[in-house]
């Protein structure tokens, strides 16, 4: 049994040693001859005709640059072989004797197996999810429209002369209520359609804060809750759509301003990324009560809330998948009379 696992190992590699021209000088490994690959393992033979199909730019542009620049590098190609798909894993190391590059060692592991187990794991990882979205979006809409239902039942049992105008209002309004219930949770799932990026346009970050802040100056007029704005004058703009980043932080501030029933201030900073100088950073920072630490993983999963039955839990998930969508992140961090502070991370525009 030792002998088969062995064995099994070595079936799962190729060490391939090659000059500067790129031409086979030694190797060692049964992956080729285990698997039938290339067009044979003979000395002075150049990679290329060695590897055959699996001769892609990506393999040759990973042995040039380990050639040129002595740069280790790694590239997986997948190819249909004997009627099944073969996933190769390719590592170039740059062969120095004394101070120059002699030559390529290419190493080949034969990584089918675990990929496949990985895209096994995802697709199942992703079924969950779907199926957690899908249980709450039916929860969701059941009670609606099991509410519509009864409503327009009982309107249609009841004869025309017993309904007067009072109760048929009443009636249609508590039917554009439901709807208006069904409409908040459709609406807020269009955000993980993937925007199309070629209808993006040059966005200021400051522009879409100042609106935000005027809609939730709107939404909740407390004297109790204090807004500061720390705004890079000078921050670059990104690429994106406006009307979806103003709905993110119209979000997050009416979040944050939720956390703070008794008052707080409320801080929104922008500037350049501090690590990442490519990106914009825009925080939203309240003083009211800390995430506790158990709900930290989950904030972000699609209906989670620990408010009451009026909040349908969207909120952060939209403003996840709408950064997501701008090809930013989002950062949460909340300590025990400190607060919670939201960071965004966007792409900064390159002209």
């Not at 120095?96 to 794991?121: K, M, P």
């Not at 409503?151 to 017993?162: F, K, T």
Request: charge should be negative.
């Amino acid at each position: 049994m030792k002998g088969e696992i062995n064995q099994q190992v070595m079936n799962e590699f190729q060490e391939i040693v090659l000059d500067q021209k790129l031409t086979l000088l030694e190797t060692k490994g049964t992956l080729f001859r285990y698997k039938g690959i290339g067009g044979g393992l003979i000395k002075g033979r150049s990679l290329g005709t060695v590897l055959d199909k699996f001769w892609t730019k990506s393999v040759k542009q990973v042995c040039q640059n380990a050639l040129d620049n002595g740069i280790t590098g790694n590239v997986v190609e997948e190819q249909v072989h004997q009627t099944s798909i073969l996933a190769l894993l390719f590592v170039a190391v740059p062969l120095v004797s004394g101070d120059r590059i002699r030559g390529v060692i290419l190493t080949i592991h034969d990584i089918t197996v675990s990929r496949r187990l990985e895209r096994h794991r995802t697709l199942r990882e992703k079924m969950k999810i779907i199926s957690k979205v899908a249980s709450h979006i039916v929860h969701h809409m059941n009670n609606p429209i099991a509410a519509i239902l009864n409503g327009v039942g009982g309107l249609l049992v009841a004869s025309p002369q017993s309904i007067d105008g009072e109760r048929l209002h009443q009636e249609l309004q508590n039917i554009q209520e439901q709807l208006y219930s069904m409409a908040l949770v459709t609406n807020a799932l269009t955000v993980f359609s993937s925007e199309d990026r070629n209808d993006f346009k040059l966005v200021s970050l400051n522009r879409v804060i100042d609106h935000a802040v005027h809609l939730i100056r709107l939404i909740d007029s407390r004297k109790e809750i204090s807004i500061v704005l720390e705004l890079d004058e000078n921050l670059p703009r990104i690429l994106g759509n406006e009307v979806t980043l103003e709905q993110a932080l119209v979000n997050l501030c009416r979040n944050a301003v939720e956390a703070m029933p008794e008052g707080g201030t409320l801080t929104i900073n922008s500037n350049l990324d501090k690590q990442f100088k490519d990106f914009a950073s825009v925080s939203v920072h309240n003083t009211g009560a800390n995430i506790p630490e158990e709900h930290l993983e989950m904030v972000f999963d699609p209906f989670f809330t620990t408010k009451n039955q009026d909040h349908k839990g969207l909120g952060l998930t939209v403003c996840y998948g709408i950064i997501a969508n701008h090809g930013g992140s989002i950062e949460l961090s909340s300590k025990e009379g400190l607060g919670t502070t939201v960071q965004i991370i966007l792409p900064i525009a390159k002209l």
